[in-house]
């Protein structure tokens, strides 16, 4: 089992920057993938970003430039932090473990998910 709580979210504006943190417990953060999935108004929930156990990240195509995900294996913490924000990143963000090996972006290849935390963007 793993349990992830995240934080940092919030509203800010188009242009502006904003770190999220995934807490983790119940298991070594060395030993899983992480990654940080958003659901906006509408829409369902969407890959942003991951990283391996390796440090290997990976990012979509519209957050590639803008996001940098980060883990701190000693602090069991992995880190979303998201800069010129846009009106469009508004959405639910949600820190998800994977416990399989190597990396995939489908919401099917992580077993377990955070409560979210809200990101919201003015213009």
């Known amino acids: 089992q793993v349990q992830l709580v995240e934080s940092g979210g919030g509203l800010v504006q188009a242009g502006g920057s904003l770190r999220l943190s995934c807490a983790a417990s119940?298991?070594?953060?060395?030993?899983?993938?992480m990654g940080w999935f958003r659901q906006g108004p509408g829409k369902g929930r969407e890959f942003v970003a991951a990283?391996?156990?390796?440090?290997?990240?990976y990012y979509d195509d519209s957050v590639k430039g803008r996001f940098t995900i980060s883990r701190d294996n000693a602090k069991t913490t992995v880190y979303l932090q998201m800069s010129s924000l846009k009106p469009e990143d508004t959405a639910v963000y949600y820190c998800?473990?994977?416990?399989?090996?190597?990396?995939?972006?489908?919401?099917?290849?992580?077993?377990?998910w955070g409560q979210g935390t809200q990101v919201t963007v003015s213009s």
């Open positions: 998800a473990a994977r416990v399989a090996i190597g990396v995939v972006t489908t919401n099917e290849g992580y077993a377990y």
């Open positions: 119940g298991r070594t953060l060395s030993s899983i993938a």
């Open positions: 990283i391996s156990r390796t440090g290997r990240t």
